[in-house]
């Protein structure tokens, strides 16, 4: 197992939820008038540990008709966010649960990937898919690794 690589992946995830994380702000800051005021509350709740209690509550609020669009869809990509974090966490300390959260969650997008390459081949698509496969190769022999 290189420990390089598995640094590298740590901090390629990190940076996932990071970008995510900061371009649902600056959306949601610039489309909405309403969006400065939701903020010191996203922000009062921003902690780690509170910040699944703060999406179910949003989640809930949203079932109810109680929020917008807007709003549920900043609460969910805080929620693939802190994921990317958790992940990101435990490939950086090798922990056996990080491999699996990575493992699934690029299992998850593969089909995805793939779904929009055959709608419209990019180049680009192309490369971003055989990079996650690459990951995803690399996580399963890694764990493989540290199980025996």
């Keep these: 197992m290189n420990l390089?690589?598995?640094?590298?992946?740590?901090i390629l995830e990190f940076a996932k939820g990071l970008i995510i994380l900061l371009s649902i702000i600056a959306i949601f800051v610039a489309s909405n008038d309403k969006a400065l005021s939701y903020l010191p509350a996203y922000i009062q709740h921003i902690y780690l540990p509170s910040i699944a209690t703060f999406l179910y509550m949003k989640v809930i609020s949203f079932v109810n008709g109680d929020l917008n669009r807007e709003y549920f869809l900043f609460s969910f990509a805080t929620l693939y966010s802190f994921i990317r974090f958790v992940e990101?966490?435990?490939?950086w300390k090798s922990k056996n649960w990080g491999y699996s959260i990575g493992?699934?969650?690029?299992?998850?997008?593969?089909?995805?990937?793939?779904?929009?390459?055959?709608?419209?081949?990019?180049?680009?698509?192309?490369?971003?898919?055989?990079?996650?496969?690459?990951?995803?190769?690399?996580?399963?022999?890694?764990?493989?690794?540290?199980k025996k």
Excluded at 115 to 122: L, Q
């Design 4 to 10: 390089f690589t598995l640094k590298f992946v740590a």
């Design 88 to 91: 990101a966490y435990g490939l």
């Design 103 to 146: 493992i699934i969650s690029v299992s998850l997008y593969l089909p995805i990937e793939l779904f929009e390459i055959i709608r419209s081949f990019e180049y680009y698509k192309m490369l971003i898919t055989a990079f996650n496969v690459a990951i995803l190769i690399y996580l399963v022999k890694s764990r493989r690794i540290i």
